[in-house]
């Protein structure tokens, strides 16, 4: 059964801590995306990565860190650093060619 | 810099009608246009994907098309049903990493 896998699918952080979000695709797709989605704000780019063992900063890469290490995995880091956590987080992946994305069922982060 | 958007950004209809949704992006340098649906709460689920070869593409209910030169989508769901209230996305691949650009998203409510 081929697709997308985010856990956890809700996230509690207390201040000034480190989250990790995990992301694992089976699709075999090359290039994997973290988008993060607030009320009225639509989806905005945190991170892609378009091969193993590399990565690019997105419009809001502040405050979080990402790793590429297997093709089939693309976790993200939260930071103590970003201000704004609280948010509903989606991790992506597309297929070479064509560029057809496909999301995952999405992570809730929630400051406590 | 590419900008996607969505107007309207809430519609409601009655059980039968046929749903307009429109898109429009400023940079006609896209690989392609990919429609979604969001449910509340949920990740995104791919309706359509329209290469910028194409003019058009169908599945069921579903129609979208795309005018390259003047900057626009539009997706039509034919007799619309309550099942198809949600929110719908759409988003243009362009650019290094074959990143997604989005609209802020219409939604949509069908009443019986």
């Known amino acids: 059964d081929g697709g997308i896998t985010q856990s956890p699918k809700y996230l509690f952080r207390k201040e000034g801590q480190n989250v990790t979000l995990s992301c694992e695709q089976n699709?075999?797709?090359?290039?994997m995306y973290w988008y993060r989605q607030d009320p009225g704000q639509g989806l905005r780019l945190i991170y892609y990565?378009?091969?193993?063992?590399?990565?690019q900063k997105g419009d809001i890469a502040e405050g979080y860190s990402v790793s590429r290490e297997k093709k089939e995995s693309f976790p993200l880091t939260v930071t103590s650093a970003q201000k704004n956590p609280t948010a509903f987080y989606l991790c992506?992946?597309?297929?070479?060619?064509?560029?057809?994305?496909?999301f995952g069922q999405g992570t809730r982060l929630t400051v406590v | 810099k590419q900008e996607v958007t969505q107007i309207p950004a809430a519609l409601s209809v009655p059980e039968g009608e046929n749903l307009v949704l429109n898109c429009s992006f400023t940079d006609s340098a896209i690989y392609n246009l990919q429609w979604f649906r969001q449910d509340p709460g949920k990740g995104l689920t791919s309706l359509l994907l329209i290469q910028s070869s194409q003019r058009e593409q169908t599945s069921g209910r579903l129609n979208a098309s795309l005018d390259k030169s003047s900057g626009r989508s539009t997706l039509y769901i034919a007799a619309s049903q309550p099942g198809d209230s949600a929110t719908y996305l759409c988003a243009v691949t362009e650019g290094a990493g074959n990143k997604l650009t989005f609209g802020g998203g219409t939604r949509v409510l069908v009443k019986p």
């Open positions: 699709l075999n797709h090359d290039a």
């Open positions: 992506a992946s597309s297929t070479s060619g064509g560029f057809e994305a496909f």
């Open positions: 990565s378009q091969i193993v063992n590399d990565f």
